[in-house]
């Protein structure tokens, strides 16, 4: 997903997005997350009453979350792994719903399976070298199914239907947003020099916690000793099938708010997040991060329809982990340029598979010549 330059010379004239600049006193947030959450209940409608409509053509959304309650938005949703088993959602429901958790292995979910399809147009295509397209399209022929697996790595999985979600302009799902921070971490790694140190937050802790089904396998990272060598916490948060992305400054102490569809009342899901991790790693803070400021950041980049919320949320962190300020207005051209980035995504993430693959094979062949 490396930067790409814009399709047009003319850019928007708009302020900078300066994360450090004063906001109006008009917009100043309350001293305390507590205050937020007060005020926006007994002031503000509802989040969805300015959130951006469906998209007509988006068959499957992202979870939504309703208390603490995971509502899929359709009968089939994505698979949420723990440890070494699937877990469908489309059969686990919360303990609310009065349905058991059901687990099947990962075979049960080969055998149920539906072809995809062997030859796609997709609107980045164009973007896409001759030999990378041709990679693609070697690949749609490989994983002809929409449960097949592409790319699996630690905790981050992705399968076929994944991979046509990123190319036809899909909403983004949990595994998308972890699979750009994979890549994210393995960038930032081979150049420290360039980068902050960061901790990221699968926002799968708050899907799974939600079933009642709470691990500390996507938090065990996060101790007393990193928190002290790290300058941000990472937390990518999707409520009402829209993503946003929340980074704690730990030096300053604040929380800042990247939202691709500017609205203040998406501070409030940030007021559950901050808290609920808070009571999680309570004895790794050192300050009480549910104290903190929550500062939305202005003159960001923003989307311009219903369905691109994810992609700006991988943006967003790429940009955010670096040293160097950002001069946000030099990206006003995202929106148009996401077909492209859409591709490029879904291009790495296929790639990166295939090596995977291959050096599981070497290893296997090596394995069992040592046998012998």
Known sequence: ??????????????????????????????????????????????????????SPTTKEQSPTTKGKEIVPTEETQYPTTTGKEIVPTEETQSPTTGKEIVTVSSQTIQDIRSPAQTEMDYPGKIFLAPDMQSFMDDCFKKYAYRQDVVFNSGNVMVIRRDIDHILLDECLDNFHIDTCAFFLDRKTKALPAIYQPYLYVSPMHRILKSYNDYTNLYIKHIKKETLKRTNLLIMPIINNNHWTLLVGRLKERVWKLYDSLPNPQHKEICVTVVNELYIDLSKCFEADITKWRINIVRGIPTQSNSFDCGMFICKYMEKVVLKDKVDWSAYKYWQNEMPRYRADFAYQILLEGERIELNNVKKRIENAAKAH
């Open 1 to 54: 997903m490396d930067e790409q330059p814009p399709t047009t010379t003319e850019q928007e004239a708009t302020p900078l997005g300066d994360e450090s600049a004063p906001i109006p006193m008009d917009e100043q947030p309350p001293t305390t997350i507590e205050q937020e959450a007060t005020r926006l209940r007994d002031e503000s409608p509802p989040i969805t009453t300015m959130q951006a409509p469906p």
